[in-house]
T-cell receptor
Framework: LAKTTQPISMDSYEGQEVNITCSHN???????ITWYQQFPSQGPRFIIQ???TKVTNEVASLFIPADRKSSTLSLPRVSLSDTAVYYC???????????FGAGTRLAVHP | AAGVIQSPRHLIKEKRETATLKCYPI?????VYWYQQGPGQDPQFLIS???????DKGSIPDRFSAQQFSDYHSELNMSSLELGDSALYFC???????????FGNGTRLTVT
């Protein structure tokens, strides 16, 4: 089964930019890439979604190279409240079977 | 804006008992998903419904069943509960392929 691969954990400091890369080698032509953030004991929360090139919203940017086999979530100037688990999802098993891979546990330090 | 509502928030059951979790998706969303998340684990896909019909199944035990009703709310029924069923159960909904999932706050099930 196709799946996503992300770093297990990352550490950063307040005010720094954090880039988390997700590998999705078998992404289908029509699939979007969606990133979620999850705090302990809460449901995942949508951050950003993209198909190609670059997408930016008020909280993050998403960079997708031309081959779309990976994507990079960029969080500018992180704060302590950005400490969370980050997941990238692609609909590789069907649009109604969205599988979470192992997310990236980001720890932001003072 | 309306969000996905799950009930109850907390549920304590004993081994071999039965539990029913409820999910009320965002109005006009056509797909509902159920996920199980054990302590320190990533969410595991259980089952999904599209327009009230079962769409896909994941690693859902045979002891679990789910359905979506005419008003689009969904219920996850869990029988013969085991200690390993203790987890957070999330429901999510969306409308249309590629649209982001909206998650509820989850039901924390504790089996003793």
């Amino acid at each position: 089964l196709a799946k996503t691969t992300q770093p297990i954990s990352m550490d950063s400091y307040e005010g720094q930019e954090v880039n988390i890369t997700c590998s999705h080698n078998n992404i289908a032509t029509n699939d979007y890439i969606t990133w979620y953030q999850q705090f302990p004991s809460q449901g995942p929360r949508f951050i950003i979604q993209g198909y190609k090139t670059k997408v930016t919203n008020e909280v993050a940017s998403l960079f997708i190279p031309a081959d779309r086999k990976s994507s990079t979530l960029s969080l500018p100037r992180v704060s302590l409240s950005d400490t969370a688990v980050y997941y990238c999802l692609v609909a590789t098993d069907g649009y109604n079977k969205l599988i979470f891979g192992a997310g990236t546990r980001l720890a932001v330090h003072p | 804006a309306a969000g996905v509502i799950q009930s109850p928030r907390h549920l304590i059951k004993e081994k071999r008992e039965t539990a029913t979790l409820k999910c009320y998706p965002i109005p006009r969303h056509d797909t509902v998903y159920w996920y199980q998340q054990g302590p320190g684990q990533d969410p595991q896909f259980l089952i999904s419904f599209y327009e009230k019909m079962q769409s896909d199944k994941g690693s859902i035990p045979d002891r679990f069943s789910a359905q979506q009703f005419s008003d689009y709310h969904s219920e996850l029924n869990m029988s013969s509960l085991e200690l390993g069923d203790s987890a957070l159960y999330f429901c999510a909904s969306n409308r249309g392929r590629d649209s982001p999932l909206h998650f509820g706050n989850g039901t924390r099930l504790t089996v003793t």
